[in-house]
Every structure is written in C-alpha cells, then in structure tokens.
C-alpha cells in the first residue's frame, strides 16, 4: 500500500509538472503570430538595413524575450497596452544591440545613404566600406562613453549629427582622400 501510494505520488507529481510546464510555454503557433506581429517594424532606421536572416534573428531575440518575462501566452496577449510594451521591447532590443562596431554602423549608416549626402564616394568595395565603419566605429567608441549616450546622440538629431557628420568625413579623408568643404551659411533675422 505505501509502495502504490508513493508511486502514484511521483506519477502525480511528474503529470503536474508536465502539465504547468506546457501551459507556461507559447506554442510554435503563438510565438509565429509575434513575429507576424514584429514585421511592422521593418521599417525602423535600425532595422530596415538588415538583411531577412538578420531580421528574422532579432525577431526571435524579442520574442524570447517577451516569453521569458510573459511565460502565460494569454496573459501577454490579455496585456493592456500590449502594443506598447512590444515596442518597448523592440527598442531595447535595437539599444542592447547597438554597439559601435562596424556591423552595425553599416545598418545604421547605409552606404548608400552615405554617397547620397556626399560622405563618401560611390563604387568603394567591400573592404573600402568596412575600413570606413571600423574607423567610424572607432572614433564613436572613443568620443561616447556608453552605447546608452551613442543612442541618444542618434536620436537626439540636433549638435549630434554634425559631430557624427565630422567623425564620418575624418575617417573619409583619411582613408580615401575624400574631403568635403561644409559651408555653413548663417541666416539672421
């Protein structure tokens, strides 16, 4: 009778776990619908650079992300402002992942946005560009303290950009000879 008793113990207990396990994880279907969901920031500064391996990569970082803070699906789902709170973590998703390194100066700062604004010449190679993002990277390393300060430089878009304006043409110049003269024309009411 004991043997019965503590072995139908454990079984209940193993069912239990299994059975509170199962509801704490989002199923296949559940985390799909998210990433669904997440496509609508493709468009964002950082995230409209990357390529759909990439992008597909960082959707599955928020999505575990949400589900280890949110292990109940329909508690996340049920969530006020739910919309809100993926933004919230999307965006901290792109500021954990934006280091100043050349990777990602080149999803923030796109070549080809750079030869439209007269930065850099256009036809450079691939080891060209990546020599320019890693002394780019380098000098925004070396002049913001934090990836948190770098962040707000880019998104404060006022004395930022033209420091970040100035460490792009150094490192333009020196690599490639490239310079350009700012004329900067003061209006006065």
Known sequence: MKRFLLSFMVVATMVAAISCSSKREWSDKERHELRKELKAYRDMVYLDNLAETEFDAFTGDVVEAIEVDYPVYT????????????EVYVVSMIVNELTADAHNMRNIYPYPWLVAEGILPSGLNHQAQRAFYECFASKVNSYYKSTEAFFDAIVDNTASDSVLTNMQLQCAADLFDWGIEIDETIIVD
């Open 75 to 86: 508690t996340f789902i049920e969530l006020p402002g739910r919309g809100d709170t993926v």
